[in-house]
């Protein structure tokens, strides 16, 4: 099931008002399978209000490639951060944009450089 079929993501106030600066005026705004399109239709909650298991930024995550069953693990940071030695993905990226605001047990298909992909998240760590 794509993103764009799902309930809106959800947000922490702190990670949407971190996260909007980067994608601007971005003409992304109607593309489906973009960062800007989630960030425009997603319920923004306060931190105390955020479910367990529900990606934000830096949760870490643990996903399977539905297709390939590859387990791929990663914390999903903001650009400045990145760190692929360490597993620290950006939430610009393909994958970060796709996971950022779903929970431990979605599916989410997404368009990555590699084509049209389905992820099933395995599991979710905030700290």
Not at 54 to 79: A, C, G, H, R, Y
């Amino acid at each position: 099931m794509e993103n764009n079929e799902r309930n809106p993501v959800l947000i922490t106030r702190e990670d949407f008002d971190l996260i909007r600066p980067f994608i601007g005026g971005s003409s992304d705004d109607n593309n489906k399978m973009s960062l800007s399109y989630e960030l425009k239709r997603a319920i923004i909650v306060n931190d105390d209000a955020f479910p367990p298991y529900t990606i934000k930024l830096n949760s870490q995550v643990s996903i399977v490639d539905i297709e390939t069953q590859k387990i791929s693990e990663f914390t999903i940071v903001l650009p400045r951060y990145v760190n692929m030695p360490a597993k620290k993905i950006s939430v610009l990226s393909p994958m970060g944009a796709a996971l950022i605001g779903f929970k431990k047990g979605d599916e989410v298909e997404w368009q990555i450089p590699a084509g049209l992909k389905r992820f099933q998240i395995l599991d979710v760590v905030n700290t």
